[in-house]
């Protein structure tokens, strides 16, 4: 997404240090969380997104915090499957794509594909997941501006030196 391409069906935008998270939710559920590039701002339209706003700015102030957002439903069986394993990785450390592949029986690539999929970054701490040998990649074909996100995550959480 382009900086000057900022859907209007958000519930929320609220701003990162060099970043934007974009907040969709139906009445009762989470639907997607989205990186937006550059420090955007939108009023919460309603309660929902207003705690997701709340919970998400606790998260960039103490990477301690632990979400507790409803979200919504969504993904393949096995995607699914791959994001409660990512919700299981432990704030300040991080499991290569193969190592959750093999938790899972599956191959390193499909679950870079499930990682990629994620709708709730943050809340399904996908950026805790890493290639064998560096970073690896972050939120299918965003280029640096979300592998600078993924860096500074886990700097954030202490997984990388600063």
């Not at 860096?151 to 959480?157: A, D, K, S, Y």
């Amino acid at each position: 997404m382009t900086k000057n391409a900022v859907p209007a069906d958000f519930q929320a935008i609220t701003s990162g240090p060099f970043f934007s998270l974009g907040i969709r939710c139906n009445g009762d559920e989470l639907t997607e969380i989205l990186y937006l590039p550059g420090r955007l701002q939108q009023a919460a339209g309603t309660p929902l997104a207003a705690e997701a706003v709340r919970q998400i700015q606790s998260y960039l102030a103490d990477p301690a915090f632990v979400f507790s957002l409803p979200l919504q439903p969504s993904g393949t069986r096995f995607q699914r499957r791959v994001w409660d394993a990512i919700a299981a990785i432990p704030r300040g450390q991080t499991q290569s794509y193969g190592e959750v592949a093999k938790l899972l029986h599956s191959g390193p690539r499909a679950v870079g594909g499930a990682c990629g999929a994620n709708p709730f970054p943050l809340a399904v701490p996908c950026h805790r997941v890493v290639a064998a040998a560096g970073l690896g990649g972050f939120g299918r074909n965003g280029g640096d501006f979300l592998l600078d996100i993924k860096r500074w995550l886990l700097q954030h959480e202490g997984c990388l030196p600063a």
